[in-house]
């Protein structure tokens, strides 16, 4: 048994087509690629909002202004 | 025309290889930028010549017995003795060795295993910036790329060696080959070296010592990545017949192959390289929070963590796989500071070691059943083969060697610069010397403006 079929290469490759693993499975591996993609979407989202809350407090009012001066 | 069409096929291929070191020089680059961009300014000088002499002394090395040593020991010693018919072509006074119109190859094949030999060396050399003699660090290069990598070559990456004839082993782009051997071997040395002063509070807590210059690291890493479409390229066999390769297959087709001369194709590996470098830097960024020097290490991480089997998987399983291996590196990487107290200055042990390891045992179930070669008999690849090949790389030709060797430097006092230099810095005297022809220089411009 093989990830892709192939048991050896004693095959004539004018005959071989794809060759990757777990053929038949493309839609379900689509399915997992959009969802890590839209779930990388979905994390960094939330994460910079939850930064930017933070950022937008001036606490030190010399220090910000030693920063804006940095250039 | 035949003689013509083969004639053509071979310069092809000497041109192929000649353009793949072009750009694996900049793998090079890349690392010395790196390296200086984390270093900091009191020991630019000495991080970059460091970096930069790896260059003529693996070169040196190579070409006197690094590369025989690829083709008399794929057997060598458990499986056989050396094969010395094959290795007679590679030895140094060889005419294969030299101009010679009649091999058109041996040259541009032994510079494609050269540059991988430098980054194997450089590896090494960024984890253990700003604390280790020079002295030290140059013969640990000749030793991982002159000899300990090419070992591990001619017995994991080789179409005869016993691992892929036994173990089934099968790294198509160096995962193993490379990058845990040398993750491995830094391991090894920074175990004994030890920390930079002041990386660890009294306590044990580590501590942050940034770069000095964040943006020299992200060209040095793009430039990194750049030299890596080079080192995919050189890893595959360009053009050849079935009756060239001498296998199983049957037919006329001819074909692009791996090292281990099984078919695969430049846009297999052009679609697996950038998803799995967007999986490595989309987990990388997650994992690290958006960590600039984690997220740019992340992309690589995730490349050679794929790496192994790039030549077979789909492009999704490409991207999850250096995605889990990002993330399971990145944990290892702060596991292991904490626990060892173990200064790895850029991170170089878990993004090429650990990430080299996870990817070999990760392609063993993804793979599983698939064959190793396309010769009869051998293994196919498995789980079980490329474990033991992750332990072959890191720790066997790669911790152990460089462990050994190290605490035989450490014992005559040859590994660590003193202390006091440590804390002056290592560009100290040069950087007076450098000041005081500034100063010099200007004087004399004055003076000669003010007599005008």
Known sequence: ?71 | MDGNLNAITTVFTEFYYWVTIVFMFLIHVGFCMYEVGASRRKNHMHTLMKNVMVIPLVTVSFYLFGWWIYWAFPNFPFFGGLDLESGAANLPWADTMGTNVGDRITGVFWAAFLLFSWTAASIVSGSVIERIRSSALWVHAVLIGSVWWIIDAAWGWHYAGWMVKYLGYHDAYASGVIHAIAGGYALGVITVLGPRIGKFASDGTPRDIPPHNPWMLAIGIFLIYTGFWGFYAACNVPIISPEGIGGQITGDTWTATNIYLSPTTLSAITFNFLMSLSGGLMAAYLVSKGDAFWTFSGGLAGIITASAGNDLYHPIQAMIVAAVGVVIVYRLHYWVERRFKLDDAVGAVAVHGYAGVVGLVISGFVLWGQPSSPFEGYASINPLGQTLGAVIMFFVLGFLPAYVVSKIQASRGALRIPEEVELKGLDYDEELTYQAAVAETIAVNKSEIANR
């Open chain 1, 1 to 71: 048994m093989s990830t892709n079929g192939m048991e050896n290469w004693a095959v004539d490759l004018a005959e071989v087509t794809a060759i990757y693993p777990f053929q038949g499975t493309e839609v379900i591996m689509v399915v997992v690629g959009v969802v890590f993609w839209l779930g990388w979407h979905r994390i960094q989202f939330k994460r910079e909002e939850e930064e930017l809350e933070q950022a937008r407090k001036l606490e030190d009012r010399d220090k910000v202004s030693a920063s804006v001066e940095r250039y």
